[in-house]
């Protein structure tokens, strides 16, 4: 049980629901490159975790974003293939970092009342501030697209939001294959 609601949590990651306002996606490409020759890939080091923390680095969520990216190629018309027949190589990483939100709230009183045509605190009003602070996590999802030969860097598309709750597998299923559909929205770059 312990292990399926830590699980839940790891999905939190991904809870990036297109449809909220702290979602953002941010794109990066070499205007360089042609991507007009790209029809095959191939994952890039396959075996090596997608990052350090525990959330993110487990079977469930690997395979999950694997999936997810897959298909979206798949439905652009890439073929997956063997490392040395690739036209380009994919990779992901994830990360969850803590921030801090502080919100400081202004309440000032008069004797007849508050509001906005009584806020003067110099004229027998007395002013109040109360400061108040909450922890939240922060996800991010990294799909980066190399070239085989020099295996550099060609496009990277980062999506954030901020984590909320957990639901159930098809639901965390379902909230990933979104995230990577709108990361990946623009690949390839059109000129």
Not at 22 to 31: A, E, H, I, K, L
Not at 74 to 92: C, P
Not at 142 to 158: E, Q
């Amino acid at each position: 049980m312990k292990q399926f609601l830590h699980v839940g949590f790891i999905a939190c990651l991904f809870a990036i629901c297109v449809s909220c306002s702290t979602f953002s996606v941010n794109t990066d490409y070499n205007p360089a490159y042609d991507f007009t020759n790209l029809k095959t890939y191939a994952w890039l080091d396959n075996d090596k975790a997608p990052g350090s923390d525990a959330r993110i680095n487990n079977d469930l969520v690997i395979d999950r974003v694997q999936t997810a990216v897959e298909s979206n190629l798949a439905a652009r018309g890439y073929v997956k293939t063997s490392s040395a027949a690739a036209d380009f190589m994919v990779s992901w990483l994830g990360a969850i970092d803590k921030k801090l939100q502080m919100q400081s709230i202004d309440n000032f009183y008069r004797p007849y009342g508050y509001g906005a045509l009584s806020r003067d605190p110099f004229r027998g009003g007395s002013a109040m501030r109360t400061t108040t602070s909450s922890e939240y996590e922060v996800g991010t999802l990294i799909i980066d697209i190399l070239d085989p030969a020099g295996r550099k860097l060609i496009w990277r598309g980062t999506g954030k939001d901020r984590l909320r709750g957990s639901g159930n597998p098809e639901e965390i299923t379902k909230r990933i294959n979104e995230a990577v559909s709108a990361i990946m929205k623009d690949f390839p770059p059109v000129k």
